[in-house]
């Protein structure tokens, strides 16, 4: 054992670390100031400053404020100390490189090292040697119990068991073990169906889930009822409703160049094994699933891509449930060849599967695209012709669109992103304090592995729906220059419309129109349109509505006016009938 003698009357400064899993007697603040007090007591030193770092980490110097500060006043000789004292080695660091670093910077300036628990003085030759060799063992020692904590992860995975952190959606976690949750699994199961069976993008599924009126429950790790993008596409690349268990997805590593920023990537490869769970998808729906998402990226498919669009896919809607009804085409071709010698464009309910407790649509007509669109457009031909109407499209030209719900919800979006990564921060600071002392380190560095898991699948959720508000603000801008075009085209309609393309065509539709609802049948003097309600101010006779109704004989029967409506106002918009 070495005593340091011959030291009375120099001066030293105390330094005090203790991490927040480590405040126990022996090791807290108070019990290492005590020990070092009687050090330089019996040495005869003159205790020149006291530095405290409590709950932080000895992984680097940069997170210890004040470590920093007593380094900057040895440096500039401040009260020409001639020792540091510290409790243990451990306590001045756990890298080897930063307490060599430090201590040769502090050598420069005359200052030794003293560690009081291990009673090794860096001024001796013996001294020196042990600093070195116990600094390198200690961080090997922090790496391989990190190691073996991540090993175990592993083998957990490689077993099919779920790896710890939150339940996906649709599961809850009874023992540690995934459970189906029975009242939220048809939201899984209606996601893939719509995506793989109806051919709904990402965005699609997400708006046909709002329209419908459907939530999912609040859990630990979201905040929102409401079907996002971000949760739609979570849900469809998740392996786990494949019966699946992934490990490795997303991998926390240094970034390039850096000692201490940490960055998220996603590895090519990563462990994926069956699981011991329940799957709440069919195989061959995940396999097609993927199919999609790598040939399309998420958005709608098509089946055919030869120009011709579906005008009022979605818009016109099913007179028995009332749900978007969509665009689909026949095609027939020669026998042993690829030429096509018919099509055959129709308009379908695709809600006729039961599913998240709707009722089954037991509406199977098939409407001729061609019947249903030029009804619409002949109600619309009429309409043009109204002089108010074609005033109300003119002041719409060069008009502002309205973004400030997006810069709302983005505003939320980036405050609960500022708070998630608050918490990510704080967790990783925990994490880090972690003291290799500790009876229970390896289990605390797994529990924080799966929190700080937790967060960056957060953090991730957030950031694709702030890009996805953000790329929205960008369309909605370009959408203004589009549907200036789409009112010039208007009030050129009897003469412009018929030379538009399907896509110019589809635009003016859908910018014009909010829904087309029609009779199950046609009605004996060719009727088809039931209602139509349009997104801006129509005027027909003098009169403002937001919609038209017609009565079975073709006639007005209702105008819903926005405003100044006559009581007993009845006109005749006859649609011809369609052969």
């Known amino acids: 054992m070495e005593v340091t003698y011959g030291n009375e009357g120099k001066k030293c400064y105390l330094y005090l670390r203790v991490s927040t899993a480590m405040q126990v007697d022996g090791y807290s603040l108070e019990a290492q100031e005590e020990w070092l007090r009687k050090r330089a007591d019996y040495e005869g030193m003159i205790i020149a400053g006291i530095y405290c770092d409590g709950g932080k980490s000895g992984k680097n110097i940069e997170g210890r404020p004040e470590f920093m500060r007593m380094l900057s006043d040895i440096e500039s000789k401040k009260d020409n100390v001639s020792f540091v004292l510290v409790f243990k080695l451990s306590r001045f660091g756990r890298n080897a490189a930063d307490v060599l670093v430090s201590l040769r910077k502090m050598q420069k300036y005359g200052v030794n090292l003293i560690c009081v628990h291990e009673s090794i003085d860096s001024s001796k030759d013996s001294g020196k040697l042990m600093i070195t060799i116990l600094s390198a063992v200690a961080e090997i020692e922090r790496d391989n119990i990190l190691v073996q904590t991540m090993e175990g992860r592993k083998q957990k995975a490689r077993d099919g068991r779920?790896?710890?952190?939150?339940?996906?959606?649709?599961?809850?976690?009874?023992?540690?073990?995934?459970?189906?949750?029975?009242?939220?699994?048809?939201?899984?199961?209606?996601?893939?169906?719509?995506?793989?069976?109806?051919?709904?993008?990402?965005?699609?599924?997400?708006?046909?889930?709002?329209?419908?009126?459907?939530?999912?429950?609040?859990?630990?790790?979201?905040?929102?009822?409401?079907?996002?993008?971000?949760?739609?596409?979570?849900?469809?690349?998740?392996?786990?409703?494949?019966?699946?268990?992934?490990?490795?997805?997303?991998?926390?590593?240094?970034?390039?160049?850096?000692?201490?920023?940490?960055?998220?990537?996603?590895?090519?490869?990563?462990?994926?094994?069956?699981?011991?769970?329940?799957?709440?998808?069919?195989?061959?729906?995940?396999?097609?699933?993927?199919?999609?998402?790598?040939?399309?990226?998420?958005?709608?498919?098509?089946?055919?891509?030869?120009?011709?669009?579906?005008?009022?896919?979605?818009?016109?809607?099913?007179?028995?449930?009332g749900n978007g009804m969509y665009g689909n085409v026949n095609r027939k071709k020669y026998k042993g060849t690829d030429e096509i010698y018919s099509e055959y464009y129709y308009y379908q309910c695709k809600h006729r599967r039961s599913a998240l407790g709707v009722r089954k649509c037991e509406y199977n007509f098939q409407w001729r695209q061609n019947v249903i669109n030029k009804a619409v457009e002949t109600v619309i031909y009429r309409l043009i012709h109204e002089q108010k109407f074609i005033d109300t499209i003119k002041s719409k030209i060069g008009t502002e669109i309205d973004t400030s719900e997006i810069d709302k919800e983005l505003d939320n979006y980036r405050k609960q992103l500022q708070k998630a990564q608050h918490n990510k921060d704080r967790y990783i600071e925990k994490q880090n304090a972690l003291d290799l002392d500790d009876r229970h380190y390896d289990r605390k560095m797994q529990d924080y592995e799966e929190q700080i898991e937790g967060f960056y699948e957060k953090i991730e959720g957030i950031e694709i729906a702030i890009a996805e508000l953000e790329q929205r603000k960008i369309s909605i801008r370009r959408q203004s220059i589009t549907v200036d075009n789409i009112y010039k085209y208007l009030i050129y309609f009897d003469t412009a419309y018929a030379d538009l393309s399907d896509d110019e065509k589809r635009s003016i539709l859908e910018n014009l129109i909010e829904a087309v609802h029609i009779y199950p049948e046609q009605q004996p003097n060719g009727q088809i349109l039931k209602r139509i309600d349009f997104k801006l101010p129509i005027f027909y006779n003098g009169e403002e509505a937001g919609a038209l109704c017609w009565d079975k004989d073709g006639h007005v029967e209702t105008v819903c006016l926005l405003r100044n409506r006559k009581p007993d106002t009845k006109v005749n918009l006859r649609v011809y009938k369609q052969v």
């Open 162 to 321: 779920w790896n710890g952190g939150f339940a996906p959606y649709g599961y809850r976690l009874n023992n540690g073990k995934l459970e189906v949750a029975e009242d939220e699994k048809g939201l899984i199961q209606e996601i893939f169906r719509l995506y793989v069976e109806d051919g709904l993008g990402v965005n699609g599924v997400a708006r046909v889930l709002n329209e419908k009126g459907v939530t999912k429950k609040v859990r630990q790790n979201g905040t929102q009822e409401a079907i996002n993008i971000s949760f739609v596409r979570g849900v469809l690349e998740n392996p786990v409703y494949d019966g699946k268990i992934a490990y490795g997805r997303r991998k926390h590593q240094l970034k390039e160049g850096s000692d201490y920023e940490y960055e998220t990537v996603k590895p090519e490869e990563y462990i994926l094994v069956d699981g011991v769970h329940e799957a709440l998808i069919e195989h061959n729906v995940w396999i097609e699933a993927c199919r999609l998402r790598k040939e399309t990226g998420g958005c709608n498919k098509r089946k055919y891509n030869f120009g011709r669009r579906h005008l009022l896919s979605g818009i016109i809607k099913c007179p028995v449930c």
